[in-house]
């Protein structure tokens, strides 16, 4: 059973930003593509930006421009660079993989606040 481990969230002021890390127990982040999500207070779970073995990445509209994802296949780590924070961003992000295939994390809070 594959894990994953998220850490880096805190409490940022708008404008701000944050490294989120993700770290995977088992030896697959080679193999599929790697997904970051995401979810606020009384919302569903949403995909926020993946990244396949080959480095291609995809993102939600409302982030484009914003946050930034990436890999470590070597390490089984990936990672997500949010710059420009809004509070609209504040919510539990996990890692998984795409389509979400392993167990959810722990996940780590993100509060976006002045």
């Known amino acids: 059973q594959v894990q994953f481990v998220e850490s880096g969230g805190g409490l940022v002021q708008p404008g701000g930003f944050l490294r989120l890390s993700c770290a995977a127990s088992?030896?697959?982040?080679?193999?599929?593509?790697v997904g970051w999500y995401r979810q606020a207070p009384g919302k569903q779970r949403e995909l926020v930006a993946s990244?396949?073995?080959?480095?291609?990445?995809t993102y939600r509209d409302s982030v484009k421009g914003r946050f930034a994802i990436s890999r470590d296949n070597a390490k089984n780590t990936a990672a997500l660079q949010m710059n420009s924070l809004k509070p609209e961003d504040t919510a539990v992000y996990y890692c998984?993989?795409?389509?979400?295939?392993?167990?959810w994390g722990q996940g780590t809070q993100v509060t976006v606040s002045s």
């Open positions: 998984n993989l795409l389509p979400q295939t392993f167990p």
């Open positions: 990244i396949t073995n080959g480095g291609r990445t």
């Open positions: 088992g030896n697959i982040f080679s193999i599929y593509v």
